[in-house]
């Protein structure tokens, strides 16, 4: 699977954004997906994850509320729409894949990584 993020962009702080990742080949739906984002400095954090089907989400704590993420199998496509943005969200944002049987929230679950898409916050 190769996946391709985009829509990444400078925001005023409350400001939404939404994010997009496409992937290539047929198994898409198969693979549980997760938006994960890395600040200057600081390690690749978990940001939200979806289940194979859509129906199962899961969201750090700074962004429930703010951030939803969901997926289209039809188009191999996952999203992650975010309002209400902060400076400190500001980071690179990947999206990944991983065996749905995998823990959700680790860097090293996930087999497939996009390239990332810089989210810039500003206050």
């Known amino acids: 699977v190769q996946l391709q993020a985009c829509g990444g962009g400078l925001v005023q702080a409350g400001g939404s954004l939404r994010l997009s990742c496409a992937a290539s080949?047929?198994?898409?739906?198969?693979?549980?997906m997760g938006w994960f984002r890395q600040a200057p400095g600081k390690e690749r954090e978990f940001v939200a994850a979806?289940?194979?089907?859509?129906?199962?989400?899961y969201y750090t704590d700074s962004v429930k509320g703010r951030f939803t993420i969901s997926r289209d199998n039809a188009k191999n496509t996952v999203y992650l729409q975010m309002n209400s943005l902060k400076p400190e969200d500001t980071a690179v944002y990947y999206c990944?894949?991983?065996?749905?049987?995998?823990?959700?929230?680790?860097?090293?679950?996930?087999?497939?990584w996009g390239q990332g898409t810089l989210v810039t916050v500003s206050s």
């Open positions: 080949g047929r198994t898409f739906s198969s693979y549980a």
């Open positions: 979806v289940s194979w089907g859509g129906g199962i989400t």
């Open positions: 990944a894949a991983r065996n749905p049987r995998s823990d959700y929230g680790r860097v090293a679950s996930y087999i497939y």
